[in-house]
């Protein structure tokens, strides 16, 4: 099947060719998903699919054409039908709107995801007992546990990248996914909290990282929350949590830095490439290279190897990310940030595995100087707009600081600002990194894994609120 899907591709490309193209890429998956959801001791949903089908992308006269469909047999027409719409496209656009790519190495490689049990080879009623569990060793916690709602989900693919120029990429992938929502209640107080693993490679891993410590550890967090106060207001010193740090990393920072973002005019970091914009011991890193991470990738969806990125280094914007459509723009090469969210989209610039880097203060150097401030962790939604770098958190949980100390719990807090403003009012950065906060992000209608993170990080003056601001 393998080799039929290489000599159809290779017919397709040189197809394109023929018509005159400049560049043409194909683009092949097959991917089997199985999920269930449990509440309680019940269950909800048990769901298997797959999904399989290919792209043809081409560049003609500066123009794009994508195509695809589901079925490998009608591959030729539909090449020929991304050309057409290239052409077509080529017709009704602007000489500004012309597209070239950046240089690229030619790659030929062949990746598998080490396996020691694949989730095929597990019974699903060994799945779903392992879920019971964990729900029924959260419920055990308290009698305040009103519900436990847990989600599995297992997924295998197989990803093929050919291009006109040479390279050649197959891909083969597993990953096992858990995730926990404990509902508590006391009174007419009612919290939850959100609890998670997410596991490139086999079952075992999931068994590894202990869906039940992990069920427990979430639903104890829960309970913590039906007894803490709601915060102070005001402007004030706050420490953040990494996975609050890796919130501001993903939603206000690499939303921004994203490449067609900043060409549609629609990010406040527009036209500060190489201008001071944070504190001088801030950095910010895109790696879609950090192996074992969520928005891990070998190569993106236009063959380019992944790589650490800098977005900003010491205080200085220094990169945005990149497909080689948007490197071409800004006379760069790709960051290898093209990523599409099947083979039935295209590849745009989207975020992986996005944070803070580590700095010189432990956590308890930070809290030493604070006289009244906040501790705060835990992400409960939020929105960020990326032209304008004005935010706003729901933050789940922290601590009242008082002379270095953590005191009293709180929960229920907002946090609002302008990116550009937090990011100068940073006047400390842990030694400590965490990325292990992702999940899905979501863009244009495209849907893909990413992880965030970083260390604490202590900002001088940020506007706090609870829910009732």
């Not at 195509?67 to 020929?80: F, K, M, P, T, W």
């Not at 990494?242 to 036209?271: C, M, Q, R, W, Y």
């Not at 700095?359 to 304008?388: A, E, H, I, R, W």
């Not at 842990?430 to 292990?436: A, M, Q, R, T, W």
Request: a positive charge.
């Amino acid at each position: 099947m393998d080799e039929n899907i290489y000599d159809l591709a290779d017919k397709a490309i040189k197809y394109c060719v023929k018509l005159g193209v400049d560049f043409t890429d194909f683009r092949f998956q097959n991917k089997r998903t199985n999920i269930i959801r449990l509440k309680d001791a019940n269950i909800e949903e048990v769901n298997s699919g797959q999904i399989s089908g290919f792209s043809v992308r081409v560049l003609h006269n500066g123009f794009f054409g994508f195509a695809s469909s589901n079925n490998i047999s009608d591959i030729l027409s539909v090449a020929e039908n991304a050309v057409k719409i290239a052409k077509s496209i080529r017709c009704r656009g602007n000489v500004e709107d012309k597209s070239v790519l950046s240089e690229s190495k030619v790659i030929k490689d062949t990746l598998t995801t080490k396996v020691n049990i694949y989730p095929d080879d597990v019974d699903i009623k060994e799945k779903i007992d392992i879920i019971k569990t964990a729900n029924s060793s959260a419920k055990e916690v308290s009698p305040f546990v009103r519900t436990v709602k847990s989600i599995y989900s297992d997924q295998s693919s197989k990803n093929i990248y050919i291009n006109s120029e040479g390279t050649s990429i197959t891909n083969n992938g597993v990953s096992v996914n858990y995730v926990v929502v404990p509902i508590v209640k006391k009174e007419n107080n009612i919290q939850q909290s959100y609890g998670k693993i997410l596991s490139l490679g086999g079952f075992d891993k999931l068994i590894l990282k202990d869906p039940v410590s992990v069920a427990i550890k979430t639903t104890k967090i829960a309970l913590s929350l039906l007894d803490a106060e709601l915060p102070p207001s005001g402007n004030m010193t706050v420490i953040l949590h990494p996975n609050i740090t890796g919130l501001f990393a993903h939603e206000a920072v690499g939303h921004a830095s994203e490449a067609d973002t900043v060409l549609s005019n629609a990010s406040v970091l527009k036209g500060f490439l190489g201008k001071k914009i944070a504190s001088d011991f801030v950095s910010v890193i895109d790696n879609g290279s950090l192996k074992n991470k969520n928005g891990y990738y070998s190569y993106d969806d236009e063959g380019v190897k992944s790589q650490k990125t800098e977005i900003i280094k010491n205080g200085v914007l220094n990169s945005y990310l990149h497909t080689r459509q948007t490197a071409s723009k800004f006379g760069c090469k790709s960051t290898g940030n093209a990523r599409a969210q099947s083979f039935a989209y295209r590849p745009i610039p989207r975020m992986s595995n996005t944070y803070f880097d580590k700095g010189d203060y432990s956590l308890d150097d930070m809290l030493s100087t604070v006289k009244d401030g906040l501790y705060l962790q835990g992400f409960t939604g939020g929105q960020v707009s990326p032209s304008t770098g004005d935010f706003t958190f729901g933050i789940e949980r922290g601590f009242i600081i008082k002379n270095g100390q953590k005191t009293k719990m709180i929960r229920d807090c907002s946090l609002s600002g302008n990116i550009l403003e937090v990011l100068k009012n940073i006047d400390a950065v842990g030694n400590d990194c965490s990325v292990d906060m992702g999940g899905m992000c979501g863009k244009d209608g495209q849907s893909v894994p990413v992880d965030n993170g970083g260390p604490h990080l202590r900002i001088k003056s940020m506007l706090v609120g609870g829910r009732g601001d």
